[in-house]
């Protein structure tokens, strides 16, 4: 398939036609001018291919702007990490690259989110459609209160999706997510009888089911222990090669572990009002950030001096 043919399928997969447009008109490739612009230029290290492209992206609460000009690159195939402080912005980042925010009444979103280069927020793209490509694994684990196997087939089954067999489907998706040798047997069980490290894979397996491109991550294991953390990570790697992920965790040695490109964010304060908003500080490769950042604050963080 060529570029052009699959971004055509894109522009045309997240169209919808009767429905009301949630958020405000998009500009098609302005995030990616941005990107090619910054990479030609060598002012970074972007991603030669990138899923998502941010430029200029500003998210506010009400009057609150909790995260301001946010421009980065997430690459195909690649684990990005957001880090940083409480409050900075980053898990508020992370909704908006699957429009999570439309779910907030008073969220509003400027700038432009381009997904393989067409903006998620224009005026015919179908939000639910994203959320299907894009999909998301919350902080706990929060499996339906069905059974493992309607838990896996849900996300298909409301979105009718066409399948040959579910069972099959189920099954790819269990194992993709590490955990069909350990639920095989028990299909027919409610979830909520898994271990907390088993209910997150299945939570993994959940939002892989509906064959998504990207699998975002908020803070995935901040509610495990060591050992259900390793398997995550360890099923997160090899995730890499089939999905793009992004994740926020408040781990450094995790970010330091699994990701491939790290974005560190921080609270700033504006010195027309003195307000804080989130602010991305740096996004390099994790080596670069974690060995030798360009930020002054990136080393504060990351070395334990604040956060």
């Known amino acids: 398939m060529t570029d052009q043919t699959e971004t055509d399928q894109t522009e045309s997969g997240l169209a919808r036609t009767a429905q009301p447009h949630i958020g405000r008109p998009g500009r098609h ?17 972007v991603p030669p291919d990138p899923v998502f492209v941010t430029d200029k992206l500003n998210v506010y609460y009400g009057n609150f702007h909790a995260v301001t000009d946010v421009d980065l690159s997430f690459g195909k195939n690649e684990i990005t990490a957001l880090i940083g402080p409480s409050g900075c912005g980053k898990s508020t980042v992370l909704r908006c690259l699957n429009r999570m925010n439309d779910l907030i009444p008073t969220a509003r979103v400027e700038g432009t989110v381009s997904y393989h280069g067409h903006d998620i927020y224009g005026e015919r793209v179908d939000p639910i459609e994203v959320r299907r490509r894009i999909g998301m694994v919350f902080q706990k684990p929060n499996p339906f209160p069905k059974s493992i196997y309607d838990n896996v087939a849900y996300g298909p089954r409301v979105t009718g999706m066409k399948v040959d067999s579910m069972d099959d489907l189920v099954e790819s998706a269990l194992t993709g997510a590490a955990l069909w040798d350990e639920v095989k047997d028990k299909l027919k069980q409610n979830a909520n009888g898994l271990s907390g490290g088993q209910q997150q894979r299945l939570c993994i397996a959940r939002a892989i089911a509906t064959t998504p491109d990207v699998v975002l991550m908020d803070e995935p294991c901040s509610a495990l222990d060591p050992i259900a953390t390793l398997k995550i990570e360890e099923l997160m790697a090899e995730l890499r090669n089939r999905y793009t992920i992004v994740i926020v965790t408040h781990n450094m040695q995790q970010a330091a572990r699994v990701s491939d490109r790290t974005a560190f964010f921080s609270v700033q304060q504006k010195s027309e009002t003195g307000d804080r908003t989130g ?15 360009s930020d002054r604050r990136t080393e504060d963080y990351i070395s334990g001096r604040f956060g």
Do not use: M, N, Q, Y
């Not at 490739?29 to 290290?45: I, L, M, Q, V």
């Open 29 to 45: 490739s302005a995030a990616s001018e941005t990107h090619h612009a910054a990479r030609d230029e060598g002012k970074a290290d």
């Open 279 to 293: 602010a991305l500080v740096e996004f390099d490769k994790t080596t670069k950030i974690f060995e030798s950042p």
